[in-house]
């Protein structure tokens, strides 16, 4: 079946601009989780949605960050007045459900702030 | 404070060999230690995981060993291959509903031909 799918793949903005990235998670999977990835670093943990609620936000940087999955399906991060510290890859990864272990990946969204 | 700590960052087999990896964590509440792999511009993909109630887990090729005294697990690659080169990142999950990963900081493994 499909896995996880991100759009857009790479997204350059402007510093001060405002970016939405979008995740598709394996269909029927429950848990959500977007992550951050710095160059030649591991994947952070930001935030995490059990069906339509942010279970935990802990990750967060900060208040210009936001996500939600209204529909307990597809999830969009939002970044607000964006700035060059905000470049990354942003990685979605789903899971089947509460307390389930395997977690998989999309691809990325490569943010670049200029 | 980084909570699982990686080495080496980076690694350079001959085609053949035993690639080894190895992480140690701090926080006895996690209870799943799963390994991924990442090639250039791909997300993480799943390659084998284990569970601290065992010592060891073999999938093909890969090997997790655990010391949960020691809080220390590590992957073998057997008969390395140049198609293994790529970054590999040893991650640790928190029991609990939420289970979000903490990843260490990853090895590059290039496997020489």
């Known amino acids: 079946g499909a896995g996880v799918s991100q759009t857009p793949s790479n997204k350059v903005t402007e510093k001060g601009k405002y970016v939405e990235l979008r995740c598709d998670p394996i269909?029927?999977?429950?848990?959500l989780y977007w992550y951050r990835q710095s160059l030649g670093q591991g994947p952070e943990f930001l935030i995490y949605f059990q069906g339509t609620g942010a279970a935990d936000d802990s990750g967060l940087p900060n208040d210009r960050f936001f996500a939600v999955r209204p529909e307990g399906s597809v999830s969009t991060l939002k970044i607000q007045r964006t700035e060059r510290g905000d470049s990354a890859v942003y990685l979605c990864a789903s899971s089947s459900g509460t307390g389930a272990h395997e977690q998989y990946f999309g691809p990325g969204t490569r943010l670049t702030v200029t | 404070q980084q909570q699982v700590k990686q080495s080496p960052q980076s690694l350079i087999v001959q085609k053949g060999g035993i690639s080894i990896i190895n992480c140690a964590y701090e926080?006895?509440?996690?209870?799943?230690f799963p390994w991924y792999q990442q090639f250039p511009g791909k997300g993480p993909a799943l390659l084998i995981a284990i569970r601290p109630d065992v010592s060891e887990k073999k999938e093909g090729r890969f090997t997790i060993s655990f010391n949960k005294s020691a809080k220390q697990f590590s992957l073998h690659i057997m008969d390395s291959q140049p198609g293994d080169s790529a970054t590999y990142f040893c991650?640790?999950?928190?029991?609990?509903?939420?289970?979000?990963?903490?990843f260490g900081s990853g090895t590059q493994l290039t496997v020489l031909p």
């Open positions: 991650a640790a999950q928190r029991s609990g509903s939420a289970r979000q990963l903490t």
């Open positions: 926080n006895t509440a996690f209870d799943y």
């Open positions: 269909s029927g999977h429950t848990a």
